[in-house]
């Protein structure tokens, strides 16, 4: 049997967070992230009611995967501007790689790299600002493309 190797709890940087429970090497795929896959718009109108946390995850093809419909523990990954993991599409499905060794009691983060519909205007930055205090912080959850097109 495996040893659980991650767990979701109270986070300091935003709401649950996981935290890995065992050393993790990097390059290790951790978890999938599971959710309904959806169109964004869609998953855009439920995640009003999520208070601001960051549920829904971005495909290549536009879609997104919702993870506050049907989804595990990955849903409570947090954002930093210097992760520690990685998500790495393979088709319909996400899976989270470690990217450097992680220690047990680290929290596990995923650079969301979020990208909106429409203008990134002064509202959408404060909605997606970043707290995570990494030197490298470059104070938003956003991509560096997140512009509309
Ligand atoms: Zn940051």
Known sequence: MRLRRITARRSSV???GL???????????LIGYKG???SSRRAAASQQSENGHTFVFGLSDGR???????????RFLNHACTPNCEAVEAGDRVFIHAVTAIKPG????????LVVDGDVTEEVRK?????????????SML???ATSS
């Open 106 to 113: 680290d929290e596990l983060f995923i650079d969301y790299g």
């Open 143 to 145: 991509g560096e493309t």
């Open 36 to 38: 309904e896959v959806t």
């Open 127 to 139: 909605m997606y600002a970043c707290h995570c205090g990494g030197s490298a912080c470059r104070q």
């Open 14 to 16: 935003h709401g649950k």
């Open 64 to 74: 997104v995967i919702d993870g506050s419909r049907s989804g595990n523990s990955a």
């Open 19 to 29: 935290f890995a429970l065992q050393p993790i090497a990097a390059g290790d795929r």
